[in-house]
């Protein structure tokens, strides 16, 4: 055994569990001894004497098990759902008929390549390894299972580590022994420290951690299918132009106010001032037996079709990068030797959809403004073409989300509701595909949000007879909510903002409070619009050409697609900056603060300013 520290069972554990985060476990013993794992977000199953506390888990199930006979029954019980598991730890009873039981059940439960951990198999003191329990520290006959098991196949394993505080036994692709072997030994102890030391030979886990992390890299290819982004015009059947490219001089800002003067060289400052601007093509383009991964991605054989053309391959290496994070977007993939990997389980428990299927989930199923640029187009494609689809595929469990499909006039029984943490296999299937997400308007889109605004606002399009609603109103989109919740980006002032906008006669306006219909009447009836960057200022789709519009950003990140947007809606609009707090711990979106006296005199001057003549279509 090698000299030097002596790592702890629970930092091995620990460490296995850290270097895959969909391994799924199956735990045997307390609730106390699994606590330190709380974190892990894979599958998670506990058969112990006392429910552990919450868990990060997406499938975490506990079974209150006291005795060997409650377990085995428990066991029985979980071998219908197949082999399910990736690891399992062994801490209830060690007697080592109970150990031999406790095996032969959990086997059917454990993919072929799963890791099993016996905990106990090294004791400090070999008194402490008898039958049967004689008072104090009792670790039983785990001792034995090392002599006992065998070990066959490639990545086999089966060794003993000197782990404080009582070692541990790890294997893979064990097999047990006739059950006589078993009976054989049942009343056997180790009678000195060097017996002991015989029947585990055991090692330091950094002689051995290569391997096991060999045999959890075997699980995982093993399970996994090799994929690549394909090429753009790859396996689609019919393609529909909606958008075409185009070139265009985009509207410049009528001010852009920086948290300090200083702060125009800052890069970025430039990119808002650039005109010159190309706007992404869109498409509805249709396939033929392909398989739904994530929110808006499909497969066909090995070739993964992404929404974006042109940024597809990268979307796509860095949610493989992201594997186990939010910013995985839900698909499974993961990176292998570089290369893109989806998980075979999940592909193989798709859910078959026959007919024609319009996949409407947009990229961000949460994000509130993704949901106008993407999931309400393709709402009104559906409608406009509803000969063509037998049903609306789309994340919608929101009730804001549901509000939106009704108002645009989604019937609820042609809603295919999508559950983007599983797979579909779709006879067929068209959606909105883009050359690169900008989040610039295009003219068809126009059409969809002036129609809808038409509709709900209760006044009519240009060239109409009449025209109602209510103009000349100025309204602050407040994030005031957010903030005090203590969620991301909030600005920390804006309290003082709010107090100086009232005494320029600003309404001040939280959407979220809001239906969706009165969100939409509020900004077709508004002249001037000040707002917090985020999910408010996307309504700024139902604007009025011309309208003044002041948006005010914590920082670079977001603001030059947010004049994209509006800019190619023809309206008047101006950027402010605050500054992000650097004691803030988030990597990303931290609170922040604003210069509110130079905020309110550059919003008091764009008030002023005479109306600046609407933006022609395309500019």
Known sequence: MQEGRIESTTEIVRSLLASDPDLSVLWLGGGREVQPYRD???????????????????????????????????????????????LVFVDHDHRLMALYDQIRLVQPLMRPEALWLFDDALPPDYRMASPEPAGGWWTGQVCYLRELLFAEGPEALLECVASAATGLLLGSRIALPPREAFEARRGAAPQSAADLQLLTRPVAWSSIESRVQAVLMQRRTAGLLPVRSADPEAHAIETRIIDPMVRLERRAPAFICMAHPEDTELPGVERLLQTARRVHEKRIQTYADVITVGYDQLLSGSDLIPRYLESGPATLQRMAQAHGSHGNADTGLLLHNNTLMLERNRLDAALPVPGHTFLATPDEPLNYGMWLLLALPAAQEFLDHRDRYD?????????????????????????LSHDVKRAYALER?????CSFRDLYVTESEKQVFARLATRLAGETLPGDETASGQAGRRIFLSRLAHTRSGSYRGLMNEEELIAGLRGLDFE????????????????????????????????????RPGTKLVDIESGMVFADAHCNLFASMGLDYAVIFGEEDASDPRPSQKRWRLDIPRALEAITTMIAAPQAEAAQPGT
């Not at 990060?56 to 219908?80: H, I, M």
């Not at 299937?429 to 595909?433: F, K």
């Not at 001040?508 to 509020?522: S, V, Y």
């Open 40 to 86: 892990h977000p894979g599958r998670l199953t506990v058969l112990g004497g006392y429910p552990p506390a919450a868990w990060a888990s997406r499938d975490f199930r506990f079974r209150q098990v006291a005795s060997q006979a409650e377990l085995l029954q428990a066991l029985e019980q979980e071998v219908g759902r197949g082999p399910a598991y990736d």
């Open 391 to 415: 049903r609306f595929m789309c994340y919608c469990d929101r009730p804001w989300q549901k509000a939106m499909l009704a108002a645009i006039g989604i019937d609820p029984a042609d809603i």
């Open 429 to 433: 299937v068209s959606m909105i595909r």
């Open 508 to 543: 001040i306006i939280d959407p979220e409070t809001l239906p969706f219909a009165e969100q939409i009447r509020l900004m077709r009836a508004a002249d001037v619009v000040v707002g917090l960057g985020g999910a408010g200022m996307f309504n700024a789709v139902f604007c």
